[in-house]
Nanobody
Framework: QVQLIESGGGLVQAGGSLRLSCSAS????????MGWFRQAPGKEREFVAA????????NYADSVKERFTISRDNAKDTVYLQMNSLEAEDTCVYYC????????????WGQGTQVTVSS
């Protein structure tokens, strides 16, 4: 069982930056593909960014390309989401998730961290 814990959320002004962290307990993350998702009130959860277990390949939702960067430090069992040029539309609860190598389904999820961007 993998337990994921997000941190780093908060209140920031539009144009500002935040860095989210996702740490793991119970099992190393080094053999998992990792992703960040987000959900706004009344909306479905949406994909934000993903990174392979090797860290060598990433992909992003169009809405966050050029602004967000996903990275990982397998030695620390931590995944990051650097968010720059934040917009009011980025206000959501952000979740990290893990999927086993070779699979496409994310099976482990964190509890989420709130990001609020004031305009």
């Amino acid at each position: 069982q993998v337990q994921l814990i997000e941190s780093g959320g908060g209140l920031v002004q539009a144009g500002g930056s935040l860095r989210l962290s996702c740490s793991a307990s119970g099992r190393t993350l080094s053999r998992y593909g990792m992703g960040w998702f987000r959900q706004a009130p009344g909306k479905e959860r949406e994909f934000v960014a993903a990174i392979r277990w090797t860290g060598g390949s990433t992909n992003y939702a169009d809405s966050v390309k050029e602004r967000f960067t996903i990275s990982r430090d397998n030695a620390k069992d931590t995944v990051y989401l650097q968010m720059n040029s934040l917009e009011a539309e980025d206000t959501c609860v952000y979740y990290c998730a893990a999927r086993s190598v070779g699979t496409s389904m994310y099976v482990y999820w964190g509890q989420g961290t709130q990001v609020t961007v004031s305009s």
